[in-house]
């Protein structure tokens, strides 16, 4: 994001770009998070009854892209609302 607000926006065309690199920043959360692999070591010692117990529960980790959305959209409105004129 620092990269992105640094960039000259009196150049032609850097709105629109940037813009539509924010935009797609912005819909990452709902396309494209994913689930992490979970690996399972070979030669592992025995379980116990609490490490049994605990492994039937599901402890999938998920990455998601929702605190990149939030750092994306306030400025996304901010540039539209910049440069809105210059793209009606």
């Known amino acids: 994001m620092d990269t992105v607000n640094g ?19 912005a819909t990452l959360a709902s396309i494209a998070s994913f689930d992490v692999p979970q690996v399972h070591g070979h030669g592992a010692k025995p379980f116990t009854a609490i490490q049994a117990l605990a492994s039937m529960t599901p402890q999938h980790k998920r990455i998601t ?15 539209f609302l910049q440069f809105k004129e210059k793209f009606l």
């Open 7 to 25: 960039i000259e926006l009196t150049e032609p065309g850097a709105p629109s770009h940037i813009l539509r690199d924010l935009s797609e920043y």
């Open 65 to 79: 892209y929702i605190a990149l959305t939030k750092m994306c959209m306030p400025r996304l409105a901010e540039l």
